[in-house]
């Protein structure tokens, strides 16, 4: 899907129509922070007729309870519809290409999200359907969730600029799409994580140049007590992501020191906050005194979800 030069409402500066959204390397500064506006507008006005007669077509081929429910939802607010499609029970699933999925796709629907597991697949969704394409998580990145962290932050801290966010466990695509939106907006962002386990070279490579150029900062600290020093959040995520399920036992051993516990959020600032994508695992990635404490803002984030992800919608659908 491609870029149009569509007129603009009143209240956007810039048009995201025909967008798709794989990863936030593709947007720029300014149109997050457009994003992020009005995420917040809608959290205010959350029922519209902006989306009436729009159809979003959701492919899922790893379980989501937060993702499903939030696009389903954030759809249905704005007068539009959504349809559930699980790999298991399209053709997808038996075979049948993305490039002809997409195509097929492109001519009932308005939109695609797809959440799965490699990102090329992603990739070749949004090459060939003629529709936005967004990606609802894969092995790479989970722009969605990123966004509605950043929204989170923004709500808790009154800035973005400057603060010292600290994700401490695996290198994943949730820690990928954090690192990328923060380093844009000028945070100091520090990845805790053992060796082995570091973020993706590239997307590394790609996060230095972001905080190089938005006066924020970029560092991999393996010591997880040195990292959190003075923290104004601290993040985290599963030890092991949908897909790697036979690693559960090794992750637990080889992540048992990145738990963020009481013990090791007595480094951070005072007023550290606790975020989590969710789903959570207590006793392993965060304790029950954490993720259930009064620093934890983990609900606040997952609804933050549906607010973003209707930002996304009405943006690259024009509505
Ligand atoms: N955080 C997140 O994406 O949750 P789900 O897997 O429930 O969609
Ligand atoms: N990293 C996790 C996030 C789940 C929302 C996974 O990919 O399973």
């Not at 060939?128 to 989170?152: E, F, K, W």
């Not at 490579?205 to 991999?220: N, Y």
């Not at 005194?289 to 620093?295: H, S, T």
Request: proline fraction near 3%; charged fraction near 20%.
């Amino acid at each position: 899907m491609t870029k149009s030069n569509a007129v603009l409402s009143p209240f956007k500066k810039i048009s995201l129509k025909g967008r798709d959204l794989l990863t936030w390397l593709d947007y720029t500064t300014e149109e997050v922070h457009e994003l992020l506006s009005l995420s917040e507008h809608l959290k205010k006005n959350p029922v519209s007729k902006k989306l009436e007669g729009k159809t979003l077509g959701m492919i899922f081929e790893k379980s989501s309870t937060r993702t499903r429910v939030s696009f389903e939802a954030g759809m249905l607010q704005m007068g539009g519809h959504a349809i559930y499609l699980n790999s298991r029970d399209i053709q997808l699933g038996r075979g049948e290409s993305i490039a002809d999925t997409a195509k097929v796709l492109s001519s009932y629907v308005d939109a695609i999200m797809i959440r799965t597991f490699e990102h090329e697949k992603v990739a070749q969704l949004a090459e060939h359907a003629s529709v936005p394409v967004i990606n609802g998580l894969c092995d790479m990145y989970h722009p969605c969730q990123a966004l509605a962290d950043v929204l989170t932050i923004l709500e808790l801290k009154g800035k973005l600029s400057g603060l010292k966010v600290v994700y401490v466990g695996d290198g994943n695509n949730v820690a990928h799409s954090f690192m990328i939106l923060c380093a844009k907006l000028g945070m100091d962002v520090v990845v805790s994580c053992p060796k082995g386990y570091e973020p993706d070279e590239e997307i590394v490579q790609a996060t230095v140049q972001l905080a190089e150029g938005s006066g924020g900062t970029f560092t991999v600290v393996h010591d997880p007590v040195e990292a959190v020093a003075g923290a104004d959040i601290v993040y985290t995520d599963v030890w092991a992501s949908m897909g790697q399920e036979e690693e559960t036992v090794e992750r637990l051993g080889v992540f048992a020191p990145y738990q963020v516990n009481d013990a090791l959020l007595s480094h951070a600032a005072d007023e550290v906050n606790f975020l989590h994508c969710l789903p959570a695992h207590r006793g392993e990635e965060v304790t029950a005194e954490v993720i259930d404490g009064l620093k934890s803002a983990v609900f606040q984030q997952a609804e933050n979800r549906l607010h973003v992800q209707k930002a996304i919608l009405l943006s690259v659908l024009g509505g």
